[in-house]
């Protein structure tokens, strides 16, 4: 596979085919063995339905047996607890907070940031 620093995914139902959203490991560093993760699933009717938590592990998945990453990481908005949970549920850990990173309707936003090891990593 051909060293790009982003492969972004479709994320489609399996019953129908619909188009979801999309999902993305960018920021790859093919030296540190790093990648940084991102996720939108489009309409608000398909959110709480399990879509993003599978697509997720399957993206974290890949990182770790296609393309050999060992660490991955992502930043999420501090008020967007389903998004926090569905990282946490993962295995995501927060080690730190960019404040007010974001200027979203008038406020300052802090980002949380998480990252995930590989555990089966000897090196
Ligand atoms: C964030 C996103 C990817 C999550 O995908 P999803 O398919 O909606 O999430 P899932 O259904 O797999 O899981 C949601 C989890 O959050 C929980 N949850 C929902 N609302 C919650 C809230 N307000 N507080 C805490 N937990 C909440 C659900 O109960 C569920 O956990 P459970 O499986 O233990 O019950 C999706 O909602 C999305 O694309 N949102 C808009 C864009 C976005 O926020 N992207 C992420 C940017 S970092």
Redesign the pocket.
Known sequence: MKRQKMLAFAIESLSNDAFL?T?AVHDIDWIARNGRL?????K?E???????????ELLIDFCWKHINLRRLE????SF????????L?LGFVEYGTAHQQFYIDGEYVDSVMMEIFRLDTQD
């Open positions: 959203g999902l991102g996720i939108v699933i489009h608000p398909n959110w709480g339905k399990g879509y993003g938590t599978e697509a997720m992502l930043g999420v908005h967007n607890k389903r998004a926090k949970k569905v990282y549920k």
